[in-house]
């Protein structure tokens, strides 16, 4: 599956933004979805993931509260829904799929498919 993502950008804290992550190639709902993220000088992290039902939804402590994945595989789509965003939420994210159409796992080893990342920075 190929994915790609957008609606990274520029927010004050406290705003919010949408990531999309449009996918192709492959049928979408055979696939658990995750999101990742990796600030400057850090190791990619774990943020969200969702079955491919969309029934099944687990976050990093971090976000939980704030973030909200979801996918409508009606469209063959993927987001995630960010509010309150804190500067410490700056980093280039990613999307990615993985063949465990139940997965709740939180490794990036596990998620076979990427997105190209889409940046998003938070200012103070």
């Known amino acids: 599956v190929q994915l790609q993502a957008s609606g990274g950008g520029l927010v004050q804290a406290g705003g919010s933004l949408r990531l999309s992550c449009a996918a192709s190639g492959r049928t979408f709902n055979n696939y658990g979805m995750g999101w990742f993220r990796q600030a400057p000088g850090k190791e990619r992290e774990f943020v969200a993931a969702i079955s491919w039902s969309g029934v099944g939804t687990y976050y990093t402590d971090s976000v939980k509260g704030r973030f909200t994945i979801s996918r409508d595989n009606a469209k063959n789509t993927l987001y995630l829904q960010m509010n309150s965003l804190k500067p410490e939420d700056t980093a280039v994210y990613y999307c990615?799929?993985?063949?465990?159409?139940?997965?709740?796992?939180?490794?990036?080893?596990?998620?076979?498919?990427w997105g190209q990342g889409t940046l998003v920075t938070v200012s103070s």
């Open positions: 990615a799929a993985t063949s465990q159409p139940h997965t709740s796992s939180t490794m990036p080893r596990d998620f076979g498919s």
